[in-house]
């Protein structure tokens, strides 16, 4: 069983940066692909980004693309979603999520999720 426990998350104004992390404990990490969903007040849950379990392949949602970047230290049991230029659409709360398929994550999301973080972006 994977645990994974969200932080970085706060308020920022417009065109601002934030970075969120993810620690993980419980499994073996590095046999984990890693990735971030989001979910605004009366939105569906959407896909963020993921990474792959040795950081050789990222992939991102077209709507964050070029502003976010997604990072993964094996080492430390961590992943990092850096955010730039931050937007209030943007706003949301951020999901940790793990699973050993990248597929599944990037269709339905992962086996594993964290609790979340708030990020909240003024115009």
């Known amino acids: 069983q994977v645990q994974l426990v969200e932080s970085g998350g706060g308020l920022v104004q417009a065109g601002g940066s934030l970075r969120l992390s993810c620690a993980a404990s419980?499994?073996?990490?590095?046999?984990?692909?890693m990735g971030w969903f989001r979910q605004a007040p009366g939105k569906e849950r959407e896909f963020v980004a993921l990474i792959r379990w040795n950081g050789d392949s990222t992939y991102y949602a077209n709507s964050v693309k070029g502003r976010f970047t997604i990072s993964r230290d094996n080492a430390k049991n961590t992943v990092y979603l850096q955010m730039n230029s931050l937007r209030p659409e943007d706003t949301a709360v951020y999901y940790c999520?793990?699973?050993?398929?990248?597929?599944?994550?990037?269709?339905?999301?992962?086996?594993?999720w964290g609790q979340g973080t708030q990020v909240t972006v003024s115009s």
């Open positions: 419980g499994g073996t990490f590095s046999g984990y692909t």
């Open positions: 999520n793990a699973d050993a398929r990248s597929s599944k994550l990037l269709l339905q999301g992962g086996d594993y």
